[in-house]
């Protein structure tokens, strides 16, 4: 089979300059935690300028791993909390906010948030 045009190209070749600095600036706090760093710790490292997008970034970091985390693998945000370094409460908060972006309707937000306690990560019910 003929190879594509595209092939061999980096995965990020189609993507804006800005998109992929947005890219790097969340691994760089990931990586920053892998290193055991706390989540603040971690989000110093960014290294965008723009005060606004520097915690644009660090704001849809910390919505990123509660979705990885909690959502996901079914991490409690409490066991999160402990292992980012933050208040269980700034997770929540956090939880609260990335549910009213997706969902927009605080009492949908409800109603998945009390669809299964025991499993945190389940929105199926």
Sequence with gaps: MAESWHEGLPDDAFMAEADRQYML???RIRKGLDRGLGFDEAAAL???KDE??????????L?????DEHFTKGVSLEQLAQRLKV??????????SMLDEIVGDPSTREYLQELDHD???????
């Design 63 to 67: 919505k990123v791993l509660i979705a």
């Design 87 to 96: 208040p269980a409460e700034r997770l929540e908060s956090a939880k609260k």
């Design 52 to 61: 606004k997008v520097k915690a644009a970034i660090i704001d849809d970091t």
């Design 25 to 27: 600036e969340i691994d």
């Design 119 to 125: 499993n945190p990560g389940r929105v199926d019910a």
């Design 46 to 48: 960014v290294g965008e």
